[in-house]
T-cell receptor, first 113, second 110 residues
């Protein structure tokens, strides 16, 4: 049963610290997406990749967020420095085609104190 | 992206009842997707619809792609406690991004 995996599942950190979230997309999927979910804003698309190339990161705060795909089996989302307003659930999703179907990971629950 | 309006925002029903929820948009889509999110988990894809007028079932779930391509409906028959969660619709027109609704929160009492 192929699934998207994310680590860590939970992260508590202090303001100013660097946070790195990792995602392993489903093998064979060539599109990878990062989302942020909050009660107020719902699901927000932060960035996405196709064949490891970043296609759009317009949803990300550029000054502190960065997303990369070092290889086809790993996507990372970094926040440096973190701020309390970054507290949210961060989801990675992958898809086999042009984004018509996306399969979500379990999320990383981030709390910045 | 296009604004998706999901309704109702929340539902509180008794086990065994049927459930209906819908999603509307001011713009057309080529694909409609329905996801369910359990507490503490990521959204899980339930049904994907690719053609206007399409009616697709997945167990007790049935979803339809509206003829106008601006709406979609999800029905759950004979609800059970494990149907509890948040149901999201998502629309896709072109490119890679999905537009998500705000979700319908479903509570089922035994």
């Amino acid at each position: 049963d192929a699934r998207v995996t994310q680590t860590p599942r939970h992260k508590v950190t202090e303001m100013g610290q660097e946070v790195t979230m990792r995602c392993q997309p489903i093998l064979g999927h060539n599109t990878v997406f990062w989302y942020r979910q909050t009660m107020m804003q719902g699901l927000e698309l932060l960035a996405y990749f196709r064949n490891r190339a970043p296609l759009d990161d317009s949803g990300m705060p550029k000054d502190r967020f960065s997303a990369e795909m070092p290889d086809a089996t790993l996507a990372t989302l970094k926040i440096q420095p973190s701020e309390p307003r970054d507290s949210a659930v961060y989801f990675c999703a992958s898809g086999p085609d042009r984004g018509q179907t996306q399969y979500f990971g379990p999320g990383t629950r981030l709390l910045v104190l | 992206g296009q604004q998706l309006n999901q309704s109702p925002q929340s539902m509180f029903i008794q086990e065994g009842e049927d459930v209906s929820m819908n999603c509307t948009s001011s713009s057309i889509f080529n694909t409609w997707l329905w996801y369910k999110q359990d507490p503490g988990e990521g959204p899980v894809l339930l049904i994907a619809l690719y053609k206007a007028g399409e009616l697709t079932s997945n167990g007790r779930l049935t979803a339809q792609f509206g003829i106008t391509r601006k709406d979609s409906f999800l029905n759950i028959s004979a609800s059970i406690p494990s149907d509890v969660g948040i149901y999201f619709c998502a629309g896709h027109l072109s490119g890679y991004a999905l537009n998500f609704g705000k979700g319908t929160s479903l509570l089922v009492t035994p």
